[in-house]
């Protein structure tokens, strides 16, 4: 990439379960140097310690989301606090419209880049049901504890809508027909735009 923000990035990807976030957040990280912090680095902590349904079929209780909120707090206080003056950060998250804990986790995100003074691309990922249908049930996400039935990804997609975060300049991106590396060289693409136009006046010539 070109242009470079003194304070770092934070780019945030969300999309249904099976939009490819995970895959395209190690893409972009393979070009860029950032780290990437899936939505399940926080989760499994407490997913391996208990039996979760990946099959989607139950739903999992409060108590189970009151100590996964711990963990991601925990870490999300170790990136404003101790992680190195201009990291860069790739997020990954299942955000959905109208589910209040999903709000507070984009929110979450958006104070943590604000405080680091961090520039923050969000990237609302949109696929098709039948790519959705045959990226859900991939073996990586059987090792991850993700969703991996297809009726039950699908359902959700064609129900329920992808966070919009209204107040912030977000990406759509439809990654239907994208390779993950044709994704990634789009949002970093998008990024450097928005990182130039961030950059302050240098002043003109005389």
Known sequence: MGAVHNNGAFIYLFGFAGSGKLTIA??????????????????????????????????????????????????MDAIRYLARPGRNFVFTNELIEGVDRHHVFFLEVAKVAADRGALLL????????????????????????????????????????????????????????LTPEESARLILAELEQRQTRSQPNQGKAE
């Open 26 to 75: 190690k893409a972009i990280a393979g070009r860029w140097d950032a780290v990437v912090v899936d939505n399940h680095h926080v989760n499994n902590v407490i997913f391996e310690l208990i039996d979760i349904d990946q099959h989607g079929e139950g739903t999992l209780s409060d108590e189970v989301w009151d100590h996964v909120m711990r963990v991601r707090q925990a870490a």
């Open 122 to 177: 969000p990237v609302r990922l949109a696929v098709d049901a039948d790519e959705l249908a045959r990226r859900i049930a991939s073996p990586e996400r059987v090792e991850k504890l993700k969703l991996t039935n297809p009726q039950v990804a699908v359902a959700r997609a064609q129900n329920e809508e992808v966070f919009r975060p209204e107040g912030y300049d977000y990406m759509d991106l439809d990654v239907t027909a």
